[in-house]
């Protein structure tokens, strides 16, 4: 864990260090929208690309919501998109790092 960041952002049980090497691209495509349920479904081995993708998967869901409340849902949208630019940084760096609000969601999602 690097020195600047908390035990809270840092996920509990990190992936083995070949599952990242080899996942990285699908983990950082899966803060694209609709490919966080895909990846969440056909990367079921992978630990790395499940992190990943369930917290793709609850950013894809909070903007298909907000995009129906007019101005302040697509105001907020913009924050989801700060978000999954941050997980797509991550990943591609190979880090399992815990997005603010979305990772306390995304624990919830047994698969």
């Known amino acids: ?17 070949d599952d990242i ?8 495509l899966s803060y694209v929208w609709i490919l966080s349920v895909v990846f969440l479904l ?3 081995d992978s630990p790395f690309v499940q992190f990943h993708a369930k917290q793709g998967v609850v950013l ?22 700060v978000l999954a630019i941050m997980g797509i940084i991550a990943a591609w760096q190979g880090k399992s790092t815990k997005l603010p609000i979305i990772s306390t969601i995304a624990e919830q999602i047994k698969m």
């Open 1 to 17: 864990m690097e020195p600047n960041q908390s035990k809270q952002q840092q996920a509990s049980s990190p992936a083995p260090k």
């Open 60 to 81: 894809f869901a909070a903007s298909f919501i907000l995009g129906f409340i007019p101005i302040i849902g697509w105001l907020l949208n913009i924050a989801v998109l």
């Open 21 to 28: 090497r080899d996942n990285k691209v699908m983990a950082a």
């Open 42 to 44: 056909v990367k079921k």
